[in-house]
């Protein structure tokens, strides 16, 4: 009966290759559920974000990978001669390099995951946190954008037609390199500054700059642009090569502590003393201060005025902000109820005239001075 079985496979080839195609699948389906399988119980038995990273990002790519592979282990064993089965091989052979690259850049990806969770930028002195993403997020888009080239071009040039042609073109090469290497300067440029600044790091992921006249923090840094998310939630979108060619403040480039300033243009009669035990009031037992600075001088003298600055520390550049805020209403507050004085005020000499002959019949001087 088996020998009746095997001569109608060998009667229908087109049969005979569906079950051993079907079957190539089914294993590799098999074998992918095992592997599934295995790291799930091991996420359970041993608990690691690792683990849970590898599920998360490789369980997709996998799933058509290992039903692919098999199924090309079996196109050995179909004999397929024709113009169709060559197309399919080459179809599998295509599909298998795209998902293989698949796999590489989700595991680039896992490896990211690992570093960040390792890395957390929530935590308050962050500075060598926001070095090592800046340089992971610069190092996975070089990378993947690597990866995707490699992998159109190794597609291309599987097919015959497609290596005829560049062997065509090399005859071309000193020329065409020369108006590529015109035509492309800026963006050689751009990935040449985006190196230097992932390793150099003028700037991180989330310091704190002015550039432009706005205030806002690195949101993303990519192969051609920055981006800086502006207080205001609006996005200031500047080309990589500005951060090496144009100066700007980096407010956080050496640590995220910050020194807040409060400007008060108040009269003479000012009590400077009284407003620097308030100050140390203000700010003792406040959650907002650092407990570093906390001085105030008189920075300056006007015709009407006394310039005083409220010097101030905060952990970074957020919370030195709203501690400004604060100490600057608690301040005036405290001014306008205990020293009205102190708040700046308009002087007016009034001098009456010497002799009370020049004054019109009938006034005297009190009555002068009254319509004064």
């Not at 101030?312 to 608690?330: G, I, M, P, T, Y």
Request: proline share 4%.
């Amino acid at each position: 009966m088996q020998e009746d079985l095997l001569a109608k496979l060998d009667f229908h080839p087109l049969l005979r290759n569906l079950i051993i195609g079907s079957a190539a699948i089914i294993l590799g389906l098999i074998v992918k559920v095992v592997i599934s399988k295995s790291f799930r119980g091991l996420a359970r038995l041993w608990p690691n974000f690792l683990i849970d990273a590898i599920i998360r990002r490789l369980a997709g790519p996998v799933t058509s990978f290992v039903p692919l592979l098999f199924f090309n282990f079996s196109l050995d064993y179909m004999g397929l001669e024709s113009h169709a089965g060559r197309a399919l091989n080459k179809l599998v052979e295509i599909a298998l390099t795209i998902n293989f690259a698949l796999i590489i850049i989700r595991t680039i990806k896992v490896l990211e995951d690992y570093f960040y969770h390792r890395y957390d930028l929530n935590k308050e002195d962050n500075l060598k946190e926001r070095k090592v993403r800046t340089q992971l997020q610069f190092v996975r888009k070089f990378l993947v954008s690597l990866i995707v080239i490699l992998t159109i071009a190794v597609v291309l040039l599987s097919f015959e037609s497609m290596r005829k042609i560049g062997t065509g073109l090399l005859t071309g090469v000193g020329i065409g390199g020369i108006i590529i290497g015109f035509a492309a300067q800026k963006s050689l440029g751009n990935l040449l500054a985006g190196f230097q600044i992932a390793f150099t790091q003028p700037i991180r992921i989330d310091d704190v700059l002015v550039v432009e006249g706005e205030w806002g923090r690195v949101e993303e840094i990519t192969l051609t642009y920055v981006v800086v998310s502006i207080w205001d939630q609006r996005r200031l979108i500047l080309p990589i090569t500005y951060f090496i060619e144009k100066p700007f403040q980096n407010w956080t480039r050496v640590s995220a502590q910050l020194l807040g300033t409060v400007f008060l243009y108040l009269d003479y009669d000012a009590p400077i003393a009284a407003m620097r035990d308030k100050l140390t009031e203000i700010l003792t037992d406040h959650p907002l201060w650092d407990k570093r600075v906390n001085v105030i001088h008189v920075t300056d003298s006007k015709q009407d005025v006394i310039e005083v600055r409220l010097l101030l520390s905060a952990r970074n550049s957020s919370q030195a902000f709203d501690l400004r805020c604060e100490v600057r209403e608690k301040m005036i507050a405290f001014l306008r109820e205990e020293y009205p004085q102190s708040l700046p005020k308009t002087r007016a000499d009034i001098t009456l005239p010497s002799h009370s002959s020049r004054l019109p019949p009938g006034m005297g001087a009190e009555q002068a001075v009254q319509d004064v």
